[in-house]
């Protein structure tokens, strides 16, 4: 139904300087599909389903929907973008107009509908969506969550091929994300086509048939939601459906700063909600293995991986230009190495100079 080759987007700041949002996407979307495009924030999710309906102009690429080459000039995109419908984090309904006039006005005016036919045909969508007691009611007498389920509604009325939602519930209070993403459940069961980008993991995993995680301007990793999300093949991928939080510091030499980097590492707990357990742990290793442990002969890397997913949490310890092994140079009985066994699950040196600590 779309297939995009080689799409390409870029933004030219007032200042002349390029920024390459969108440097080579390939995909296909087929009928009857539920697509989740997923991605660290600012990889261009948005910009890539505004280029689908050319509410952006891609810089160059092809994007064909049911075979017309839509960044072809002489492309009527109005007649595309009638097929395609949009979600907005924003809903960006019309305030001035009842819900029920917001849902039936594009089909009598782009569709020639009858106000008879629309406002039936209205009745029913708004029924569909749990609103129809809201018909007559100002989008500023809805809660957030109704205005995003009248907002699909209306997209519903014009009766688009496919629905690209962006964010639909991010706008949202917590406590009403659960009713807007049922509306989008419903629609999927129904085999409607939609291509979503989301950060609701545990939905995008549930509605989609397939996800393609964005990154660096290309689709980095695609596949089913069980292979995205039990199986990532590439590492920002893994890092990203685990949610790993990193924290990193270089120490320069053995007067580095102790309490600096154990105050750091409090500030990097506290802000992920690594619990105090844990903290404590980290804290000791921290302090066991560079005092007494890992010898100082130059800088020192510390590397801390904290998955909010899993709660693991590795720290990484890497010796700069270290030819031989740290671990086999320390005794078996020394008192630093045996605490830090205890506390950890793994400890491990999987290359000479690398220790890697699994709390
Ligand atoms: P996402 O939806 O993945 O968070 P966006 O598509 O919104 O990412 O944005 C990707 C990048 O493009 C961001 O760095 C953003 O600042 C930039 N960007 C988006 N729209 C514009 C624009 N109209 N002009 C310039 N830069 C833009
Ligand atoms: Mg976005």
């Known amino acids: 139904m779309i297939k995009v080759r080689h799409l390409k987007k870029v933004f030219i700041a007032p200042s002349g300087e ?8 390939n995909c296909d979307i087929h009928k009857g599909e539920v697509i989740s495009v997923i991605g660290p924030s600012g990889t261009g999710k948005s910009t890539f389903l505004r280029c689908l309906n050319r509410l ?22 109005s007649m595309v973008r009638r097929r395609m419908g ?49 018909a007559e009611c100002l989008p500023c007498e809805l809660s957030g969550g109704q205005k995003q389920r009248a907002a699909i509604a209306r997209c519903l009325a014009m009766e688009p091929e496919i629905i690209l939602f962006d964010e639909p519930t991010s706008a949202l209070d917590p406590t009403m994300v659960s009713e807007v993403l049922a509306v989008i459940r419903h629609l999927a069961s129904q085999g409607m086509t939609m291509c979503i980008v989301s950060h609701e993991m545990q939905f995008v995993r549930d509605v989609s048939t397939r996800i393609l995680f964005l990154n660096d301007g290309v689709v980095y990793e ?12 590439k590492p920002v991928t893994k890092a ?10 270089t ?10 980097l154990m105050g750091n590492i409090r500030t990097f707990c506290s802000k992920y909600g690594v619990g105090l357990r844990s903290m404590e742990k980290m804290e000791h290793v921290t302090e066991e293995m560079l005092c007494h442990i890992i010898p100082f002969d ?60 699994v709390i």
């Not at 390029?18 to 996407?25: G, P």
């Not at 990203?240 to 510091?249: D, H, S, Y």
């Not at 120490?251 to 600096?260: A, E, I, N, V």
Request: one cysteine or more; hydrophobic letters at 35%.
């Open 222 to 233: 695609e596949g089913t939601p069980d292979q995205i999300f039990d199986n990532p093949q």
């Open 298 to 357: 130059g800088p020192l890397k510390l590397t801390v991986d904290y998955s909010e997913k899993t709660s693991r949490i590795s720290m990484t310890f890497v010796r700069e230009n270290a030819g031989d092994g740290i671990l086999d140079a320390v005794p078996d009985d020394s008192l630093s190495l045996m605490m830090v066994k205890g506390m950890s699950e793994s400890l491990a040196e999987p290359e000479p100079g690398t220790v890697c600590v």
């Open 251 to 260: 120490l320069p030499d053995s007067h580095f700063d102790l309490y600096g």
């Open 56 to 77: 952006e102009e891609p810089t160059s690429g092809m994007i064909e929907v049911d075979g017309t080459d839509i960044l072809n000039r002489k492309t009527d995109i």
């Open 18 to 25: 390029k920024l390459t949002v969108l440097s080579d996407i």
């Open 86 to 134: 949009m979600v907005f984090q924003n809903f960006n309904l019309f305030e001035h107009l009842t819900i029920l006039d917001n849902v039936t006005m594009c089909p009598m005016s782009l569709l020639g509908k009858s106000r008879e036919e629309a406002e039936s045909q209205g009745m029913a969508l708004l029924e569909k969506v749990g609103l129809h007691d809201k």
């Open 240 to 249: 990203f459906v685990n949610r790993i939080r990193t924290f990193e510091a």
